[in-house]
């Protein structure tokens, strides 16, 4: 069965560090692969997307990467600011399948 | 403004009791899903629907029902909620061409606890 695996533990890192967070997945061969925000309470925002031939997207201060012989995507959250605290969430998807799963998530705590 | 909304936000009923979820988005999207979020098990599918009456089955779609008779109304319907299915719920939808489809707009959540 189709599996994501995001960090299990919750990333604690101190303001203006990197966090890097892992979204690995089984017996998927995604097209593309999503990342989403989660605040407390509130419904994930998207992010980003970094599809399957491109190697690494940048935006801001975030940056995917996609290796898709190893399976995984790495989301590294550059320069960090106690305002990128939240949980974030990833999403493969094949170019032909209309369902969509999520990671579990993985949650930032930045301190200042 | 552009949004998914979802009502009631909040609700607390007792097993056995039939309830509907809905859930509205003004941008036109052709495609609409529902998520059941659990702690540990992330957003897990239930149901989603690809344009007005075309639904079809995400991960955990039992003891739900949709219906899809508007573009941009999908309702999530529990007709004999069970304690199992306490939990954070959001809506989704997106437009469906290309990689429009993407990029998921979602709801705010209704937090369902059945007693």
């Known amino acids: 069965s189709q599996k994501i695996e995001q960090n299990s533990e919750a990333l604690n890192i101190q303001e203006g560090k990197t966090a890097t967070l892992t979204c690995n997945y089984t017996n998927y061969s995604p097209a593309y692969l999503q990342w989403y925000r989660q605040d407390p309470g509130r419904g994930p925002v998207f992010l980003l997307l970094i599809r399957e031939n491109e190697k690494e997207k940048r935006k801001e201060r975030l940056k995917v990467t996609f290796d898709t012989t190893l399976k995984q995507s790495l989301f590294h959250i550059t320069a960090s600011q106690p305002a990128d605290s939240a949980t974030y969430l990833c999403a493969p998807r094949d170019s032909n399948d209309y369902k969509l799963s999520f990671g579990a998530g993985t949650t930032v705590t930045v301190r200042a | 403004e552009a949004q998914v909304t979802q009502n009631p936000r909040y609700l607390i009923t007792v097993t056995g009791k039939k309830l509907t979820v809905t859930c509205s988005q003004n941008?036109?999207?052709?495609?609409m899903s529902w998520y059941r979020q659990d702690p540990g098990l992330g957003l897990r599918q239930i149901y989603y629907?690809?344009?007005?009456?075309?639904?079809d089955k995400g991960d955990v779609p039992e003891g739900y029902k949709v219906s899809r008779k508007e573009k941009r109304n999908f309702p999530l319907i529990l007709e004999s909620p069970s304690p199992n299915q306490t939990s954070l719920y959001f809506c989704?939808?997106?437009?469906?061409?290309?990689?429009?489809?993407?990029?998921?707009?979602f709801g705010p959540g209704t937090r369902l606890t059945v007693l």
């Open positions: 989704a939808s997106s437009f469906l061409a290309g990689e429009a489809y993407n990029e998921q707009f």
């Open positions: 629907s690809m344009n007005v009456e075309v639904t």
């Open positions: 941008m036109n999207h052709e495609y």
